[in-house]
């Protein structure tokens, strides 16, 4: 299997490394989960080991700023509806990063969040949200598509389609 890194996702490191790396673990333990990569990544010799940030000063201020995302993303408001249940939405939606600058720099300045109020309201911040939601539907489309195509190339088409169509049938029904 060739493995690549997903353009602009700004990982650095030989991706046939990475992704061997990645499949090994998931080979010993049936699964891949983050704790076992950074467990393995905690070894000097671990090809991963170089992705991580190991300056712990750093680190933990990367872990507030992402805690800091987490608190902002899970506050909602609930709106009351006549004749029907009342509906939770974020309070906060995710508008943008701040502009001019890289992901990485991204990641410490944080992105920038507006009320949901004023995502409505303001025409600029509703077109982020929504061409965010775009990519959004646009990044399902692609993994399904690939999941799609892996799955025919590899002769289990049938099986795939089959379970899709019973995995999305309840998601769907929902919207």
């Known amino acids: 299997m060739v493995y690549k890194i997903k353009a602009g996702s700004h990982i650095k490191g030989d991706p ?22 950074v467990e393995d990544a905690k070894s000097d010799d671990s090809v991963l080991h170089p ?4 300056d ?8 507030r700023l992402d805690q800091a995302g987490r608190i902002i ?9 006549e004749n029907h249940d009342n509906l939770e939405v974020r ?14 720099e991204a990641v410490h300045t944080g992105y920038t969040y507006t009320s949901i109020d004023q995502a409505i309201s303001d025409n600029d911040s509703r ?3 929504i061409g965010k939601l775009v990519d959004r539907i646009n990044e399902a489309r692609r993994t399904l598509h690939s999941m799609e195509m892996y799955a025919a190339l590899t ?9 899709a169509i019973d995995e999305l049938k309840p998601a769907m029904e929902e919207s």
């Open 155 to 163: 002769g289990r088409a049938d099986e795939y389609l089959q379970l």
């Open 16 to 37: 046939q490394q990475i992704g061997e790396k990645l499949e090994e673990i998931r080979s010993e333990t049936g699964k891949i989960r983050p704790v076992d990569v």
């Open 127 to 129: 077109s982020l949200v």
């Open 51 to 54: 992705l991580f940030e190991w």
């Open 73 to 81: 993303r899970a506050v909602v408001i609930e709106v009351e509806r």
């Open 91 to 104: 309070a906060f939606v995710c508008v943008d990063r701040p502009a001019n600058i890289n992901e990485e």
């Open 56 to 63: 712990d000063k750093k680190a933990a201020e990367l872990q």
